[in-house]
């Protein structure tokens, strides 16, 4: 299983971005995709999760990123993408995505979405929102 995250880079404050998660090595019909961010100084923050069922695909975000980013996917390309719009300078982080391939779930616990499930991770890409 190998997960990639890219797309980060120096934004001014109120622009936008698509981050990219490529995905390889596991089947692509019971998983989920978590986008998680780590700010210099601060713990890891789930911000948002996708699952996937026969039945169509589910979306989760963080109460801190309503309404700012969307998930979406591209089977395909086996590709989940964060776009980000109007990033502020504490949206600053390494932004990771990972996997649940075992059960395929997504949680929100205490306004966050919960990493507990994911049992594998991709290097991070560093978005930097500065003026």
């Known amino acids: 299983v190998q997960l990639q995250a890219s797309g980060g880079g120096l934004v001014q404050p109120g622009n936008s971005l698509r981050l990219s998660c490529a995905t390889s090595g596991f089947a692509m019909n019971y998983y989920s995709i978590g986008w998680f961010r780590q700010a210099p100084g601060k713990e890891r923050e789930g911000v948002s999760c996708?699952?996937?069922?026969?039945?169509?695909?589910?979306?989760y975000y963080a109460d801190s990123v309503k309404g700012r980013f969307t998930i979406s996917k591209e089977n395909a390309k086996r590709t989940v993408f964060l776009h980000v719009k109007d990033l502020q300078p504490e949206d600053t982080a390494v932004y990771y995505c990972?996997?649940?391939?075992?059960?395929?779930?997504?949680?929100?616990?205490?306004?966050?979405?919960?990493?507990?499930?994911?049992?594998?991770w991709g290097k991070g890409t560093l978005v930097t929102v500065s003026s």
């Open positions: 990972a996997a649940d391939i075992n059960f395929g779930e997504c949680t929100v616990r205490g306004g966050r979405v919960d990493d507990s499930g994911m049992g594998y």
């Open positions: 996708i699952k996937f069922r026969p039945s169509g695909h589910y979306e």
